[in-house]
């Protein structure tokens, strides 16, 4: 996660990666579609697949998505057919379209669930839960508590929270949505940003722009041995970023979560990411995890946790 503040009392940005270590090849990803995946038409509907576009770069992202997650389904609210604006076979034309995009890009939908009711208290209507438990009866493995829903409206938020899922909210139409919000897990701009935080932090330094306090909390970046240097790689190159946008004066929160990045290791890599970024920092507070998660000597794997305040110079 990265958390950034304008003041430091007030969070302004939040993005959480989907690499991060709870999450592995049993997690369902549910998504919506339009103002997700393509734009929306103001109050009105896609009627047919040449209405139908593309964010920039979604069917790479969905491609991108598929590395981490055991299936990615749709679940998508279509009045439109039940105000007979389109049919059944316009919608299936337009998803036709869509999954040969993605499935060009690499990427793989498992299933797509729509609702065409026209009354909002339908149980297959976000935010009501039906589509999600549609999707459970098709897919029993599905555990709702390893499911993400990433949607551009509350409904959307909603339906995830229903059905006992995490929640992505995009600010795609709706940038003006209150966040933090109980409903909303994290909070992006588009899908591919959500997928590739790196390539955030690294176009917001392009930017100029600075904040008084980053916060980070990347993923573990391995979990063998054997991929070591892929872990100080990654975590070098995450807090580097996080030091580009801080403002002289300004603090960095960072951590780590794994055993196999023991405490000098990681502090040497954040020292390492702070000359690279030319900048100077002060110690104000490092710690390991708390007395109910204890350390026991001679047990590597106890010690796990490392977290750190430096202040940027």
Same mark, same amino acid.
């Given at each position: 996660m990265v958390i950034l503040f304008a003041n430091w009392w007030k969070p ?81 034309a337009i998803h036709q379209y869509m999954l040969q995009e993605i499935e ?47 949607? /551009? ?85 995450? /807090? ?20 196999l990045v023991p405490p000098d290791m990681f502090l040497n890599t954040i ?43």
């Amino acid at each position: 996660m990265v958390i950034l503040f304008a003041n430091w009392w007030k969070p302004i940005y939040s993005l959480k990666m989907f690499s991060l270590e709870p999450i592995d090849a049993d997690w369902t990803l549910f998504l919506d579609r339009d103002g997700v995946l393509n734009h929306e038409k103001k109050e009105d509907y896609i009627r047919n697949a040449s209405e139908f576009h593309f964010y920039e770069r979604v069917p790479e992202a969905v491609a991108l998505l598929n590395r981490f997650f055991k299936r990615i389904v749709i679940a998508t609210n279509q009045k439109g057919i039940g105000k007979a604006l389109m049919t059944a076979d316009d919608l299936y034309a337009i998803h036709q379209y869509m999954l040969q995009e993605i499935e060009k890009a690499g990427g793989k939908i498992s299933h797509i669930y729509y609702c065409p009711d026209l009354a909002d208290d339908s149980p297959n209507r976000k935010p009501q839960p039906g589509m999600a438990f549609q999707a459970k009866a098709d897919f029993p493995d599905i555990d709702f508590s390893k499911c993400i829903m990433v949607g /551009n409206r509350m409904s959307d938020m909603k339906f995830g929270r229903n059905a006992g899922m995490h929640t992505v909210f995009l600010a795609t139409t709706h940038p003006e949505t209150p966040f933090p919000d109980p409903m909303i897990d994290a909070r992006f701009n588009s899908l591919f940003e959500c997928v590739n935080a790196f390539d955030v932090l690294k176009q917001w330094g392009k930017e100029g722009r600075q904040y008084d306090v980053v916060m980070l909390d990347p993923p573990s970046f391995t979990k063998t041995r054997d991929n070591i240097q892929k872990a100080i790689t990654g975590y070098k190159e995450i /807090n580097l970023r996080g030091i580009k946008l801080i403002r002289p004066g300004g603090f960095l929160v960072t951590s780590s979560c794994t055993d196999l990045v023991p405490p000098d290791m990681f502090l040497n890599t954040i020292q390492m990411a702070a000359r690279d970024a030319r900048r100077n920092i002060r110690q104000v507070c490092f710690q390991a995890q708390s007395s109910d998660h204890p350390i026991v000597w001679g047990w590597d794997n106890t010690q796990y946790l490392k977290f750190l305040i430096v202040q940027v110079q």
